[in-house]
């Protein structure tokens, strides 16, 4: 990767409100959000086009509700669709691969053998995901059980590539950041395709994480950990309702 995902979530220095008036306008690329009549541009200096009105309206609004202090982490359809103009778009190839790497490894292929009640908890949640994979994308994915790796075939990989490179780029960007959260391509895909929310594909994820919580309980840095992730899907959920 030639760039790093955590950047645009990097500490900025603080930056006071330099505007007053918000609003947005339809050019021939797309829509733009205007901070006191100009053009809004991402952290690359590019020009923010976004693909539909209903984007630009949440964008316009997440920046008329900052106060004396812009709060960045408080924006994601705003980080979002810059990840889309700065990262994706230029890095197209990148993210590609990225994104199909997850379902070689992808988390509902592995499997645990014991104890029966997490491999139960497992079989329900994963297994109509990843029949619904199969069916939906003509592949067969490979399961394994303990600590064996499996390799997913070829074949299998370039089909599930093969779905991403039709997404515009605010759709795969959409695709990326939840494959990465989840550690699935598959839950990302169910949830791009409507067929679960991104909110649900992260708890889904966390099956083995939630069962170990119920035996054990769980710490602040986990909880914090979770609830960080959930947040982040959510708004996922929203960018996807409006791109």
């Known amino acids: 990767m ?20 918000v609003s947005v306008a339809e050019e021939l690329e797309g829509w733009q959000v205007l901070l006191d009549g100009r053009p809004m ?21 997440e920046w008329a509700e900052q106060g004396e202090e812009i709060l960045p982490d408080s924006m994601p359809m705003m980080q979002f669709s810059c990840v889309a103009v700065d990262y994706v778009a230029p890095y197209h190839d990148d993210v590609l691969a990225e994104a199909t790497e997850y379902a070689a490894t992808d988390v509902l292929c592995y499997r645990a053998d014991e104890p029966a009640e997490l491999a139960a908890q497992q079989y329900a949640a994963w297994q109509p995901l990843v029949d619904w994979a199969e069916m939906e994308y ?9 600590i064996m790796p499996v390799a997913q075939e070829a074949q299998t990989l370039a089909k599930l590539s093969d779905s991403l490179k039709k997404l515009s780029s605010f759709r795969l960007a959409a695709a990326w950041l939840m494959a990465k959260h989840c550690s699935s391509l598959l839950l990302a895909l169910a949830a791009l395709n409507g067929r ?7 708890a889904i994820s966390r099956v083995d994480e939630n069962y170990q919580n119920t035996r054990w309980g769980e710490d602040a840095e986990a909880r914090s950990k979770r609830e960080s992730g959930e947040a982040e899907m959510a708004a996922i959920g929203r960018f996807l309702k409006v791109i």
């Open 138 to 146: 003509g592949i067969v994915m490979r399961l394994t059980t303990g």
């Open 2 to 21: 030639k760039k790093e995902w955590m950047q645009f979530k990097a500490e900025k220095p603080k930056l006071k409100r330099f505007y007053k008036q």
């Open 41 to 61: 541009r991402t952290p690359a200096k590019a020009l923010l086009f976004l693909p539909s009105r209903a984007l630009a309206e949440a964008v316009a609004a």
């Open 196 to 202: 679960i929310t991104p909110l649900e594909a992260h």
